[in-house]
């Protein structure tokens, strides 16, 4: 069984930075995609950015690209995402997710089986 337990978040201004992290525990995560997810109010949940854990090769939405960074520490078994320049429209509670042999591109929810508990991100113009 894997679990995913989530950190970080809050409120910040638009411009301003956070990160997450999800801790991953309960398998040997070699062949597991992590990613995250987020789903504003009325939403459906939308792709963020995956990272393999094996070769650590990452993946983002265009609409995060260039501000967001996902990134793997294998030792602490972490995977966090660095969220630079945000802006209100990234209002949303966030979800790590992790599958095994999924592939970094992909961006359904349904070829995810785990999750974390989710935690919200403000931005406040």
């Known amino acids: 069984q894997v679990q995913l337990v989530q950190s970080g978040g809050g409120l910040v201004q638009a411009g301003g930075s956070l990160r997450l992290s999800c801790a991953a525990s309960g398998r040997t995560f070699s062949t597991y995609t992590t990613a995250w997810f987020r789903q504003a109010p009325g939403k459906e949940r939308e792709f963020v950015a995956a990272?393999?854990?094996?070769?650590?090769?990452?993946s983002y939405a265009d609409s995060v690209k260039g501000r967001f960074t996902i990134s793997r520490d294998s030792a602490k078994i972490m995977v966090s995402l660095q969220m630079n320049g945000l802006k209100p429209e990234d209002t949303a509670v966030y979800y790590c997710a992790a599958g095994q042999f999924v592939s970094i591109t992909t961006m359904d929810v349904k070829r995810f089986p785990y999750w974390g508990q989710g935690t919200q991100v403000t931005v406040s113009s």
């Open positions: 990272i393999s854990w094996n070769i650590g090769s990452t």
